[in-house]
């Protein structure tokens, strides 16, 4: 691959914008874009690809960015290494060395992969090794069985489908619906790793999804649900529905579907798997029937969830405004103390630091956010639960800043005396207002991970991921609100601050 090849990859894989790599260089984005388009080429002497290799090596942090960028470099995962500084090393090693080979970005990626006795091969194979594809689909996956039975069955089928649509050039828009328990997704490290790794690839293609998700599972489902699709939401590349009524849920439906490539489907009773059925078809008239089929259900969904990622910022702050503004109870769960405590002054001295050119708009902003939330307290509960940064971490000047990922699109971190100045204002507002509570839980911030679960009863939830590539999800859905405001409930334990 040759240096704008791999700087293109990395910067998709890690959802960077040409503007929020040039800022973190010293360079101008159209600079930054010629040397990704290949029309310039980095000078050897200048130090710029360190500083990219360290920014990119800090947002590479989510599971299938990990796999992918393993694979990509034709290295075990376990060598992958996971502090920042070997990692940015190794990438910018790779930087460096210009192959001088022309393929397309992903292209060095798992070019074989063997399920029971199923080879699927990547095209440019030896055509007589890729012959047998058939079924009408022009693929060149060996002979593909009509029929799957068994947990093993379906999972042998999803990797035949999305190798077949991995394997189509032109991107299409998959349609998903799975109503059956997703035990067989989600029960083996194994599979989860390869078909999250296909659809992060199918994704990178310029593939997009359309899914449609059973919102009446149990909370452990839906939990496992978004931890494993977050990494892929994360890409822009979803759009997530829900049915709105009551179902019986005796029948359920499975569909994934390839519009011009492939179609699964099936039916089950209850939670009998085993014995029923997982068509798989190329066959045209069939995919049309079941495309027909996925669209009218479609017709009767709502949007599940909106997804913020740090390109969508302004969009964000007016969902979290809306949020904010309708009355209720409160519960925040995070690793970082919350943006609403935050003493107006110190964002001040944040936005200084960062010559933010919007200062005036986030002060504003903040201003208005400060006084909701003052208010609401005279009527409403606010609870924060916080997993908070090592005592080392702090005098380090190494905490970060709640949710700066997407307001900045970049890290902030406080520096000597601000972590402490923060949180002497949160003690103040516990004296000041009943109805202000802060637990602190005995958990240490897991560096790397930051998260946010905010609901608020009856109304909604913001739930993602804040530390690099951040995204949230805004979701009104009445069940998954109940659901994680329950959870949310029973994480309130000890005494409060």
């Not at 130090?47 to 075990?76: C, D, F, H, S, W």
């Not at 609401?376 to 709640?402: H, R």
Request: aromatic content about 10%; charged content about 25%; glycine content about 6%.
């Amino acid at each position: 691959m040759l240096f704008c090849e791999k700087l293109d990859f990395l910067m998709n894989i890690t959802n960077t914008a040409n503007s929020s790599l040039a800022r973190h260089v010293s360079l101008d984005p159209s600079f930054i874009s010629r040397l990704r388009k290949g029309t310039r080429n980095p000078a050897r002497e200048d130090n710029y690809v360190k500083l990219m290799a360290a920014y990119l090596a800090r947002n590479l942090t989510a599971p299938y960015q990990r796999v992918t960028l393993a694979e990509t470099l034709g290295i075990p995962l376990k060598k992958l290494p996971s502090d920042q500084k070997s990692l940015s090393t190794l990438i910018y090693q790779w930087l460096a060395e210009d192959s001088g080979e022309k393929t397309a970005p992903g292209e060095d990626f798992v070019e074989e992969l063997t399920i029971d006795k199923i080879r699927f091969k990547r095209p440019g194979v030896d055509p007589g090794e890729a012959s047998g594809a058939g079924k009408g689909s022009g693929n060149s996956l060996a002979k593909i069985p009509d029929v799957f039975f068994g947990i093993e069955g379906r999972r042998e089928a999803v990797l035949c489908f999305l190798t077949s649509v991995l394997e189509k050039e032109t991107p299409s828009t998959l349609l998903l619906l799975s109503e059956e328990s997703i035990e067989w997704l989600t029960g083996s490290r194994e599979f989860m790793a390869k078909w999250s790794n296909l659809l992060a690839r199918i994704l990178m293609k310029g593939h997009k999804i359309k899914i449609i998700h059973k919102v009446s599972r149990t909370l452990d489902e839906l939990f496992s649900a978004i931890d494993q699709w977050l990494p892929l939401y994360i890409t822009g590349s979803i759009e997530a529905y829900f049915y709105p009524k009551v179902r019986d849920g005796i029948f359920k439906r499975t569909l994934f579907i390839a519009p011009g490539i492939a179609a699964l489907s099936s039916t089950s009773v209850d939670h009998n798997l085993e014995s029923s059925p997982l068509f798989y078809s190329t066959h045209k008239k069939t995919i049309e029937g079941l495309t027909r089929e996925f669209n009218y259900y479609l017709g009767l969904c709502r949007p599940l969830m909106g997804i913020f990622t740090g390109q969508e910022k302004d969009s964000f702050g007016k969902v979290l405004q809306e949020f904010e503004e309708e009355e209720g109870h409160r519960i925040l769960k995070s690793q970082g103390l919350s943006t609403l405590t935050m003493p107006v002054e110190l964002l001040k001295r944040f936005l200084v630091r960062l010559e933010e050119p919007r200062k005036d708009d986030f002060l504003a902003y903040h201003k208005k956010r400060v006084e909701n939330f003052q208010k609401s307290l005279q009527d409403y509960t606010f609870t924060e639960l916080i997993s908070p940064p090592s005592p080392q971490a702090v005098e380090k000047g190494e905490a970060p800043v709640n949710l700066s990922h997407l307001l900045f699109n970049r890290p902030v971190f406080y520096e000597k005396g601000e972590y402490q100045w923060h949180l002497e204002n949160m003690v103040e507002l516990t004296r000041t207002y009943n109805n202000y509570q802060v637990y602190f839980s005995p958990e240490v911030e897991d560096k790397g991970k930051g998260y946010m679960i905010y609901a608020k009863e009856d109304v909604g939830v913001l739930v993602g991921k804040t530390s690099p590539p951040a995204a949230i999800f805004a979701i009104n859905e009445s069940n998954l609100t109940a659901a994680f405001w329950d959870y949310l409930s029973s994480q309130i334990q000890g005494q409060p601050l």
